[in-house]
């Protein structure tokens, strides 16, 4: 089944890991930003192949509507 992340979604690794929420999109990928284990606030950028929504199991397809000059 597919599903469509846009910003505000929650995902996860397809590999594992926390659950993170999608805050934007750039040209290397996803924005992505998740709670530590410790509380702290920590954000990275990661391929869209490389994620899944948070509540699947199957494949997606991501929706790009945003500026990555807004990030």
Known sequence: MS???KLGDTV??????PTMTVRGV???GMVCQWFS???TLKK???PDF???PADD???FTV???SDADKL
């Open 57 to 59: 199991v199957g494949g």
């Open 26 to 28: 750039c040209e290397d």
């Open 12 to 17: 996860s690794l397809k590999s594992g890991g």
């Open 63 to 65: 929706i790009i509507d």
């Open 44 to 46: 990275d950028v990661f």
């Open 3 to 5: 599903a469509e992340i």
């Open 37 to 39: 284990k410790s509380e």
């Open 50 to 52: 490389m994620l899944m």
